[in-house]
């Protein structure tokens, strides 16, 4: 049996931003979901499974005009986040088992 991955892209946009991406992402619907991460840095995390990964990049690229963001890496202070910590967690315990 294939293992479904969870993929957390994180992006830096303007904050009145925000909305609007994660009403994008909402439409789409099964493609991805939006947390905001950090609120005052307006960065948030967008995440996808393995099968939508290439659509949700195809998705950020195509408002890219609309909207300023810029793709960073994951925070390292996501420790106030449970979700966002087991996340981390389980992504570099998958690293570290290859």
Do not use: C, Q
């Amino acid at each position: 049996m294939r293992r479904m991955r969870l993929h957390d892209i994180y992006l830096e946009i303007p904050p009145e931003h925000i909305a609007y991406v994660k009403f994008i992402f909402e439409s789409y619907e099964e493609v991805g979901i939006i947390r905001t991460v950090d609120r005052k840095k307006a960065i948030i995390v967008l995440l996808a499974m393995n099968d939508f990964f290439t659509t949700a990049h195809k998705i950020l690229d195509s408002i890219k005009d609309d909207v300023p963001l810029r793709e960073i890496p994951r925070p390292a202070d996501m420790n106030d986040d449970w979700f966002m910590a087991e996340l981390a967690r389980e992504s570099s315990d998958e690293h570290t088992d290859r």
